[in-house]
């Protein structure tokens, strides 16, 4: 089973209880970082699963502090295109 422990601006982050992993949430779908172009998934789809990606899975702390960054780089960007 997939929890979102946190979530700040378009982002999530994400454990199925071993691992952890950011991912970024548009429309009611999921994703993973740096792959938006792959179909969107929902948290309790079986195929959910592969937001998990081996490169992509941190420690708890790093994960905390990859979503920290991710959030702050998009309000950033955000304020700025305005």
Known sequence: MITI???????CLVT???VWT??????????????CSQPGL?????????LFRPDRCYPEPAARRL????AEEWRYLAEHIR
């Open 22 to 35: 950011v991912v970024e949430r548009r429309a009611g779908k999921y994703y993973p970082l740096g792959a």
């Open 42 to 50: 929902s948290l309790d789809q079986p195929e959910a699963a592969a």
């Open 5 to 11: 422990k946190q979530e700040r601006e378009h982002y």
């Open 16 to 18: 199925d209880d071993r």
């Open 67 to 70: 979503l920290k960054a991710k």
